[in-house]
C-alpha cells in the first residue's frame, strides 16, 4: 500500500525559504521507473506542477520556477525535500507531494498523492 | 493560465451521460499519453483515468477516456451525486519539459 504524507510549516514571511518534506512508504525511490514530485493548488485554483526527482536522481523543475526550486532524495529515509526560495504571497497553496509512475510505453502518471498541506506566505 | 483547455464548469441530471474535454498541442497531448484526476471537495486528487483511456483498479467503467490528435476527453454515464467534483486533465509536455494540467472542470450533478 503506496501513501505519501506532506510536512513542513504551515506559515513563512516573505522572502523566506520554504522546506517541506514528504515521507513516504510502500515502496522504494531506488527502483527503476519510480519517481516522485510535487504539485501545487493556490485557493480555488488549479494543480501546478513544482518539481520531480526519479529514481536514478534526475530532476526535472518547472521552468518559471526552476531559480527557486530545489527536489532531492533521502532514499534510507523514504523521504524527499523540496526547497522554494524567496516566498511570495502567491506561493500561498496547498502543496501535494504524489507517487509518479512511469508504465511500460514510457508514459507515465501521478498515481498515488498525499493529503497535501497548506502553506501560507504571510507578513 | 493553463497550458491545457478545460471548460470552467459542466452540468449534469443524474443518469446522464457527461463529456469534459481538454485541448493541448502538439508538444503535449499531441505527442505524449492524457491522464484525469478527480478532485472531490477539499480532498486530494485521485487519478481517474491514465494513458488516455486506462482505469486504475476500483474507478468505475462509468467513467472513460479518450484522445484524438490534441484533444482528450472525459465521458461520465450514469451520473451520480458523488460525481460532483472538480476533473483536471494532465500530459507531459515535451517543449517544457515537464508536466502540465488544465484549468480544471467543476462538474455539477443538478
Known amino acids: 500500500q503506496i501513501t505519501l504524507k506532506e510536512s513542513g510549516p504551515t506559515l513563512v514571511k516573505p522572502t523566506q525559504t520554504l522546506t517541506l518534506t514528504c515521507t513516504f512508504s510502500?515502496?522504494?525511490?531506488?527502483?527503476?521507473?519510480?519517481?516522485v514530485g510535487w504539485i501545487r493548488q493556490p485557493p480555488g485554483k488549479a494543480l501546478e506542477w513544482l518539481a520531480l526527482i526519479y529514481w536514478d536522481d534526475d530532476k526535472r523543475y518547472r521552468p518559471s520556477l526552476k531559480s527557486r526550486l530545489t527536489i532531492t532524495k533521502a532514499t534510507s529515509k523514504n523521504q524527499v525535500v523540496l526547497t522554494m526560495t524567496n516566498m511570495d504571497p502567491v506561493d500561498t497553496a496547498t502543496y501535494y507531494c504524489?507517487?509518479?509512475?512511469?508504465?511500460?510505453?514510457?508514459?507515465?502518471?501521478?498515481?498515488?498523492w498525499g493529503q497535501g498541506t497548506l502553506v501560507t506566505v504571510s507578513s | 493560465q493553463s497550458v491545457l483547455t478545460q471548460p470552467p464548469s459542466a452540468s449534469g441530471t443524474p443518469g446522464q451521460r457527461v463529456t469534459i474535454s481538454c485541448s493541448g498541442s502538439s508538444s503535449n497531448i499531441g505527442s505524449n499519453t492524457v491522464n484525469w484526476y478527480q478532485q472531490l471537495p477539499g480532498t486530494a486528487p485521485k487519478l481517474l483515468i491514465y494513458?488516455?483511456?486506462q482505469r486504475p483498479s476500483g474507478v468505475p467503467d462509468r467513467f472513460s477516456g479518450s484522445k484524438s490528435g490534441t484533444s482528450a476527453s472525459l465521458a461520465i454515464s450514469g451520473l451520480q451525486s458523488e460525481d460532483e467534483a472538480d476533473y483536471y486533465c494532465?500530459?507531459?509536455?515535451?517543449?517544457?519539459?515537464?508536466?502540465?494540467f488544465g484549468g480544471g472542470t467543476k462538474l455539477t450533478v443538478l
Open positions: 494532465a500530459a507531459w509536455d515535451d517543449s517544457l519539459n515537464g508536466w502540465v
Open positions: 494513458r488516455n483511456n
Open positions: 510502500g515502496f522504494s525511490l531506488s527502483t527503476s521507473g519510480v519517481a
Open positions: 504524489a507517487h509518479h509512475l512511469h508504465y511500460y510505453d514510457n508514459s507515465a502518471s501521478w498515481d498515488y
